[in-house]
C-alpha cells in the first residue's frame, strides 16, 4: 500500500437502506464499512440484500491497487438509467477479502438512509 494510504473492512450491524429516484435498491442489517484513506465510508451489502433485479451488468470496469478489480452495475429504475451505481469486488487482493462478492453504490448518487438517518450525499466521485 501506498505509505500513508490505509484501507480499514468493518463488519457491523447498522441498518442500512439504499434508494434512487424513490425506489428502494437494498436493505441490510448486515453491512461491512470499507473506509479508506480520503473517501467517504463506503457501506458494502450483501448481494441477497439488494434488489439485483434492477440491475444491468455493463462492461465498464476499474482497478483499485489497494482493493483489485471491480465490475459495475447500472440501476434501471422508473424508466431512468443510472450508469456504473453499483460495483463489487469479486475477487479481491488479499487484503480486502472481507468485501468479496458485495456490493456498494456511491453515496453521493443514492439516498443512503443509516439506521433510520437520512445521510448528506458526499462530494466523492472515486470508489
Given at each position: 500500500?501506498?505509505?500513508g494510504h ?7 450491524r447498522?441498518h442500512?437502506?439504499?434508494a434512487?429516484?424513490g ?7 448486515r453491512?461491512?464499512l ?11 451489502l ?5 434488489r439485483?433485479d ?13 482493493k483489485g ?6 440501476v ?12 463489487s469486488?469479486?475477487s ?5 477479502e472481507?468485501?468479496?462478492?458485495l ?10 438512509i443509516i439506521?433510520r ?11
Open positions: 500500500m501506498a505509505q490505509k484501507i480499514t473492512i468493518t463488519p457491523t447498522l442500512v437502506e439504499v434512487v429516484d425506489h428502494k435498491l437494498a436493505e441490510s442489517d453491512p461491512v470499507l473506509d479508506e484513506t480520503g473517501l467517504p465510508t463506503r457501506y458494502y450483501p448481494r441477497e440484500d439488494v439485483t434492477l440491475l444491468r451488468a455493463t462492461s465498464h470496469q476499474s482497478t483499485c491497487p489497494f478489480q471491480a465490475s459495475y452495475w447500472s434501471h429504475v422508473g424508466g431512468a438509467v443510472h450508469d456504473d451505481l453499483v460495483w469486488y469479486e479481491p487482493i488479499p487484503e480486502a472481507g468485501i468479496t462478492g456490493m456498494c453504490f456511491y453515496n453521493e448518487r443514492v439516498d443512503l439506521d438517518q437520512s445521510q448528506a450525499r458526499s462530494e466523492a466521485a472515486h470508489r
